[in-house]
């Protein structure tokens, strides 16, 4: 895929990226200063361009670990305290996701949520297909688990409402 990512094409993606760094970290300030990082090591001396992969995947690549890194020097990931959804469906799915663990959630939305191939994703995360297709397969059965007893939790508490709370329920 030519010589590797240039700086001038992460800015292309850059709304992109901000997007996946934000569901990495969960607040703005982090999602930013984790961008932030990611240029400077792009751009640094440090950085050996990856030639088979598209700048996208390699600043993704370079995001997560970075982002692994300040996990193991104490960063806390919280929880988003408000999720933007197009409907109720797809808040509590985000919601769910959210609460996988981090290398079940990190794979789910790399293939996902930003569509990279199964290949790109595990070259990001660098680990092999076979470990990254575990990940994926446990957090799809996590997420439907969930799916599942929000669904019947949902349906218990609608049939325990009185007549005249159903209709305006």
Not at 63 to 75: D, E, I, N, P, R
Not at 87 to 113: G, K, N
């Amino acid at each position: 895929m030519g010589s590797g990512p240039t700086l001038s094409a992460c800015v292309e993606a850059l709304p992109q990226l901000w997007f996946f760094a934000l569901r990495l970290t969960s607040t703005s300030a982090a999602a930013e200063s984790l961008v932030k990082d990611s240029y400077l090591t792009l751009g640094g001396k440090r950085y050996k361009p990856a030639t088979h992969v598209s700048p996208r995947v390699a600043m993704m690549a370079t995001m997560v670990t970075l982002w692994k890194k300040s996990q193991q020097a104490g960063f806390v990931r919280t929880a988003a305290a408000h999720v933007e959804a197009d409907s109720d469906e797809s808040r509590r799915l985000l919601q769910i996701v959210d609460t996988l663990p981090d290398d079940e959630r990190i794979a789910i939305i790399l293939v996902e949520a930003e569509h990279l191939s199964h290949a790109d994703a595990a070259w990001a995360l660098g680990i092999p297909a076979a470990a990254l297709e575990q990940r994926l397969e446990r957090a799809h059965i996590a997420v439907s688990i969930a799916f599942e007893n929000t669904a019947r939790t949902s349906a218990t508490r609608f049939a325990q409402l009185s007549k005249s709370e159903r209709v305006r329920a």
